[in-house]
């Protein structure tokens, strides 16, 4: 199966039942996700609708990783 | 404004060059803003058409900032406040675009009234002309330093500036119903005063980017503030 035949089968799925897909590929996250949860190190550290969490996080730490900034 | 490291170089000198490109679109607007002024005072033709002339360096300006903003955003995909950053960056340079354009007007009409004796009038404009400065030079400063104080009172200065165009533009009416062979120098002045309280709205907008930029929130059109 290919990629565009998968990401329809998670969204037909996803309609009777939440799917959480866990992931450190920001790209995918963005395409695939209504809510975003941004975990550190085992933490939830912040969770939003996805639009908001990427435009606008609260948190340093989310800010710092969907960012790609150093230190 | 953040000035945090990427892990990759190549974002943060393309950040760096639109934030070098919109600050240079900003000093040569800021120049023909103020010389407009100094022009119609002075009675200066020259200054008017070094306005005139000014005006594509900013065009130019405008293009390119649109091609590094979206050069940035499609290659770099930024998020949070580096999206926001390159989002707003394009908008102010619209609205630098748009009050160069003011002052070029203000340069024309300055130059038609070259035509005839002064008008003691003309020195009535100077008030505002200093508060729509004024006022682009502060939503400037807002939006390089990310100042949200300094934004959130741009818009009650705005109506500040709104309110003496208006009086102006009564006692200008007035005058050319007194000295009707004047009529169409009244006019340019009127004009001009216009051109002045449409680039106080500019830096308005700007002054909203910059409140966009550092806290996502969008007041454009919240009544509360202000």
Known sequence: MNSGGFFSCLHFLSSPAPIVNVTHNIQQARRLADDTAYLLLGKLIERALTCDIFINPQRPETERDISGQMG | MQEKSHILSSFDKALEKLNDSIRRMAVITQESLGDSAR????????????????DEAVDALEM??????????????PLAHDFRRVFATIKVAT?????????????RRSKRLLQSPELPETRM????????ASLLQDSLRAFNEEDIELAMGLKARDRELDK?????????????EEDAPRLPDYLNLIFIARY??????HAVNIGEDAVYARNARDIRHDRTEG
Not at chain 2, 95 to 107: F, G, K, P
């Open chain 2, 39 to 54: 022009a119609l005072a002075r009675r200066d033709e020259a200054l008017c058409n070094r306005i005139i002339a000014d």
């Open chain 2, 64 to 77: 390119e900032i649109d091609r590094e903003g979206v050069n940035i955003l499609t290659r770099f995909q």
């Open chain 2, 125 to 132: 404009l100077e008030p505002i002309h200093a508060q729509a």
């Open chain 2, 196 to 201: 002045l309280e449409r680039a106080g709205d």
């Open chain 2, 95 to 107: 609205d630098l675009e748009r009050i160069s354009d003011q002052a070029v007007n203000i340069a």
């Open chain 2, 164 to 176: 003496a165009h208006k009086e102006l533009i009564d006692r200008l009416t007035r005058r050319m």
